[in-house]
């Protein structure tokens, strides 16, 4: 039997999850935006802007003193699965 402690984190790590759902939905709906703008399917991958995204994300958890090992995997999974909703969603034009 789960202790009521454990559940009560579990609930509270629930109600994040559901929030960061939300965060999810809006950042989709900017990307959205931004797919909208890219004429070529060259243009879904940018790498300089990759790497400007991880580094700034590096310097932000160590600067909120987050493990920076989680966030950039975090952040490689983000990218990597919205480089292939872009490429899903990509209509020539």
Same mark, same amino acid.
């Not at 509270?12 to 935006?33: A, G, H, S």
């Not at 990759?50 to 003193?65: H, P, T």
């Given at each position: 039997?789960?202790?009521?402690?454990? &559940?009560?984190?579990?609930? %509270? &790590? +629930?109600?994040? $999850?559901?929030? =960061?759902? @939300? &965060?999810? @939905?809006?950042?989709?709906?900017?990307? $959205?935006?931004?797919? @909208?703008?890219? %004429? =070529?399917?060259? $243009?879904?991958? +940018?790498? %300089?802007?990759?790497?400007?995204?991880?580094?700034?994300? &590096? *310097?932000?958890?160590?600067?909120?003193?987050? $493990?920076?090992?989680?966030?950039?995997?975090?952040?490689?999974? *983000?990218?990597?699965?919205?480089? +292939?909703?872009? =490429?899903?969603? =990509? %209509?020539?034009?």
């Amino acid at each position: 039997m789960v202790n009521k402690n454990i &559940l009560s984190i579990r609930q %509270k &790590l +629930d109600k994040l $999850d559901n929030n =960061f759902l @939300k &965060l999810l @939905k809006r950042r989709t709906l900017l990307v $959205d935006q931004v797919l @909208k703008n890219k %004429k =070529f399917k060259k $243009d879904i991958i +940018d790498k %300089k802007r990759i790497r400007v995204i991880l580094k700034n994300i &590096l *310097m932000k958890s160590k600067k909120y003193n987050i $493990d920076p090992r989680i966030t950039n995997k975090i952040w490689k999974s *983000m990218i990597r699965a919205y480089i +292939d909703y872009e =490429f899903r969603n =990509f %209509k020539n034009r």
